[in-house]
């Protein structure tokens, strides 16, 4: 323990402070950062019913080979014979109970029984509540119940007594025993009629009933220390949790260790925030701590002879960290997993309790119809079943004793279930929900350890996705071979999921007709790249220095490992990859990227230190708009990863820049951007010399120097519309008649794909039917049908994407707003939209000012089919569906 940390007991630990009294104190940290609309929907659930939650996540983690499994036997009281370190990608969990009264664990065999267990123990605290709830004088009734669980309760307005025949032998565990309950005769209420009606169903269950609210549920979470598995580890990092970084004293001195204990100081601190408590239960001068806490543990204390030795090599650690890391330190201990007595780890465990009792969400009130939904989960689970359909949670939901009918109430609980780590959902792949996170990490292992098949797969595949990350479809089909059946059939979910983590990514690739298509049929596996090329990846391009923009860097005081993977993947949905010589440009930790389909500009990504590094390459005349379209799409795709993927609080940048012939690897001498002035020298202190100033990034120059026609800020406003506005609606209008309630992924779905997909369902044809139609004034105003409507945004579509002039005269462009417009207002009465009006969306594209927009990204997007293919493929599409109909 720290010497500046008290021992603390249950006998001397302060007294829990009642939670204040606010509007959203019974609303979880994790509910409170949703919309307000799903805040709303948890207070509504909290109304039938709720109960007090306390509940531990302890995460463990380290380098390899520090002793962490063997920690978690000693703190389960258990020997260490036979020891396995948890090897690569794996995460073992085990679960325990606290009593409250005396602090003691008591050690889970069965997991999944003790998660019944405390579901039932829960429904059961507010099921007795809601039968004692009737004034009215009570008549009893003796119902009389079988079991092998004790219940009691002081409840003065009924009783719950236990009769049992008395043998000269004990009963043992799970003894039949006899209850009568007394309950009042009264007129029942449907809600009090399903309470009864669950608590017979909890007693006659064959699992323990104790008092609740005299236990914690404690889950431990022990990591594999393996490195190179970090990137995946983050997944399952949990905000609310208590971390153990554990450092092996004996190897303190080593740069490796002590970057390892660094590293996971600093990811924890990504995913902080301040901590609420009421000051009285934490240190004196600790107001200021930031949670998730953590609890620094020194092991192998048995190699030295002096404690206060062991003391200084730790602390040496924990003073060199991060200063704003060291917030999230609660106190120090000092072990040996193989040498100490009892003691030592009732001390840890009492002071891991402890912890937990400070948390923000310790003791929150929890709805009752979401436990029982809880227990339905867990009832699948018993049997076997680690992933389930949507559909089948939603009879789980209709069948509880509070239903959960209302799909966006089952949608708020599965996210809330996926925030606390309990589940895998979300909601735009909404078709399966994973129970077990163990079991994502096994299917995590089948991409991200793939070399344990390296022996039995052909030698240059494997070569091949060691060097490019590239995964080869027989490669895959190889690996899933090898897994559990269950995983075979989930195999497309799966790696829809693991693509949602950013770990995959089917890459767009710039097509030998210059067209730019998205490649299915093989996946990317950027965090398993090995081979650098950082330091000459512009020779490899043969890149001229004046084709080169200043390097834009964004700055980081901590830059979490994997967020470059991340943002490589991110950018690969959006741009296609840079090939040089037949040679992908995706490497470790870089990445090239064409801008537009002639390969005359390339942009480059690279990590270094606590930074990432953007340069654009232009071998043709310099355009400053392509340089800030593409420093959006990066900057946009950093605050997504880092605010709404991970949702990391103390994670930020700073933009600065270095000239233009910098070293990637050179991560000192940054300058400001209103440092220098176009046209201005500036000393370089990379090359010690004197350079030029050129604004790249600004767009300034090119807002001065470059218009674009009348002409051609018509067609960008009807471009934008089309794919900002109407592929909304469509999008909108086929979610509304599928009738599923499935999240459709909107980055999948093109104007072709919408289009296709609403003509399979056979429903709202056009007036006249399918004909092939030119331009959209063949159209009658007469014919104003949703089937009407849909072909007319098709066709409007063709019109933009097969423009060879890039234009739109003043009357065409009038003529078709004109339409849009009618068509809009028609469907914006039928789709009921969300937020704005379609029309108010229309109108706000109508005034933009298009020098913030860039006409060649647009042009680009067009012409290149990004919203995808083209007018044949609908035709094709067409015909087929006519031939299905006849």
């Not at 990859?577 to 005359?600: M, P, Q, S, W, Y």
């Not at 807002?703 to 800020?713: E, F, W």
Request: glycine share 4%; proline share 3%; net charge negative.
């Amino acid at each position: 323990m720290s010497k500046t940390s008290p021992e603390v007991t249950p006998d001397t630990h302060l007294q829990e402070p009642a939670a204040p009294v606010v509007e959203d104190s019974k609303i979880p940290e994790q509910i409170k950062k949703m919309d307000h609309e799903s805040i709303a929907i948890y207070l509504n659930a909290l109304e039938s019913g709720s109960e007090r939650r306390r509940d531990i996540n302890l995460i463990i983690v380290g380098k390899k080979s520090v002793g962490k499994t063997s920690l978690v036997r000693r703190l389960f009281g258990e020997e260490l014979q036979s020891v396995k370190s948890t090897n690569g990608i794996e995460i073992h969990r085990r679960r325990c109970r606290i009593n409250l009264s005396n602090w003691e664990w008591n050690k889970v065999l069965d997991t999944r029984l003790v998660k019944e267990t405390s579901i039932n123990n829960r429904m059961l605290q507010s099921i007795v509540k809601e039968l004692h709830q009737d004034k009215e004088k009570p008549k009893h009734d003796i119902l009389e119940i079988s079991s092998s669980d004790q219940i009691s309760t002081d409840d003065n307005k009924g009783t719950i007594t236990k009769n049992i025949e008395h043998d000269e032998e004990p009963q043992p565990k799970h003894a039949k025993m006899n209850y009568q309950f007394a309950y009042p005769e009264i007129t029942e209420s449907p809600l009090s009629k399903l309470a009864k009606d669950e608590l017979l169903s909890i007693i006659g269950s064959a699992v323990d009933l104790q008092d609740e609210d005299g236990y914690a549920n404690l889950t431990v979470w022990d990591f594999a220390g393996d490195i190179e598995y970090y990137n995946t580890h983050q997944t399952f990092l949990n905000s609310e949790a208590i971390f153990l970084v554990v450092a092996n004293l004996h190897d303190i001195d080593d740069t490796v260790s002590y970057g390892t204990f660094n590293f996971w100081m600093d990811t924890i601190h990504c995913y902080g925030s301040i901590n609420d408590k009421t000051e009285a239960v934490l240190l004196e001068g600790a107001h200021n701590l930031l949670d998730p806490p953590v609890i620094a543990i020194g092991t192998h204390k048995d190699k030295f002879q002096d404690e206060e030795q062991c003391r200084k090599r730790l602390e040496s650690y924990t003073d060199k960290i991060f200063k704003d890391s060291k917030l999230h330190l609660r106190s120090i201990h000092l072990i040996s997993n193989t040498e100490d007595e009892e003691d030592a780890f009732e001390k840890l465990r009492n002071d891991i309790f402890a912890t937990a009792k400070s948390t923000a969400n310790w003791n929150r009130e929890y709805p009752v119809k979401f436990i029982q939904m809880e227990k339905a989960i867990n009832s699948e689970l018993t049997i076997g079943k680690q992933i389930i359909s949507f559909e089948r949670l939603k009879e789980l939901g209709e069948k509880i004793p509070l239903p959960i009918t209302d799909n966006k109430e089952l949608h708020l609980f599965l996210r809330y279930q996926h925030e606390i780590g309990n589940v895998i959902f979300f909601e735009d792949i909404s078709s399966y929900i994973i129970l077990d996170p163990q079991w994502l990490a096994n299917a995590f292992k089948c991409i991200v350890t793939a070399q344990q098949f390296q022996f039995e797969l052909p030698h240059l595949q494997w070569d091949n996705f060691k060097k490019t990350g590239k995964m080869d479809p027989k490669l895959l089909e190889e690996i899933f071979k090898k897994q559990s059946a269950d995983m075979r059939i989930h195999k497309e979910h799966i790696l829809e999921v693991i693509e949602k983590f950013d770990i995959i990514i089917y890459p767009l690739l710039l097509t030998e007709s210059g067209n730019v298509q998205r490649e299915h049929s093989f996946f990317y596996v950027p965090c398993m790249l090995q081979t650098l090329k950082i330091k000459d990846i512009d020779v490899l391009f043969n890149v001229p220095n004046a084709s080169k923009s200043t390097c834009l860097c964004f700055v980081f005081s901590f830059l979490p490992p994997y967020l470059i993977s991340n943002l490589i993947v991110s950018c690969l949905r959006e741009y296609p990859l840079a090939v040089v010589k037949g040679e992908i440009g995706l490497f470790k930790d870089c990445c090239v990227f064409n801008i537009g389909r002639t390969g005359c500009a390339k942009f480059v990504l690279a990590k270094s230190s606590h930074m990432i590094q953007l340069q654009v390459w232009q071998w043709n005349e310099v355009d400053t708009e392509v340089n800030q379209a593409v420093l959006k799409v990066v900057e946009r795709e950093i605050n997504r990863i880092v605010n709404t993927r991970y949702k990391l609080k103390t994670v930020s940048f700073e933009k600065k820049w270095k000239c233009e012939t910098t070293s990637f690897s050179f991560d000192t001498g940054f300058l400001e951007f209103d440092q220098v002035n176009d046209g201005e020298n500036y000393y370089c202190e990379e090359h010690a010399t004197v350079h030029k100033y050129k604004d790249y990034w600004s767009g300034e120059k090119s807002k001065a120097s470059r218009r674009i026609s009348s002409d051609q800020q018509n067609y960008v406003r009807m471009s934008m519309i089309v794919l900002e506005v109407l592929s909304g609606v469509l999008y909108d209008r086929l979610y509304i008649d599928t009738k599923t309630g499935e999240i459709l992924d909107r980055d999948k779905l093109d104007i072709t794909e919408m289009c296709k997909k609403y003509c399979a369902l056979k429903i709202n044809f056009p007036s006249k039917g399918f004909r092939k139609i030119e331009k959209v004034d063949e159209i009658s105003t007469n014919e104003d049908t949703i089937g009407d409507d849909i072909q007319r945004i098709r066709v409007i579509r063709n019109e933009m994407q097969h423009s060879s002039v890039f234009a739109l005269d003043d009357t065409r462009y009038q003529t078709l707003i004109t339409i849009v417009h009618d068509m809009l207002t028609r469907f914006d009465q039928r789709n009921n939209p969300a937020g704005e009006s379609y029309v108010k969306r229309l109108d706000e594209i109508r005034k933009m000012e298009l020098e913030t927009r860039s006409f060649e990204e647009i042009k680009e997007r067009m012409k290149a089919g990004l919203i995808e293919k083209m007018h044949a493929v609908f035709d094709s599409m067409v015909s087929d569906a006519l031939n299905d109909i006849c």
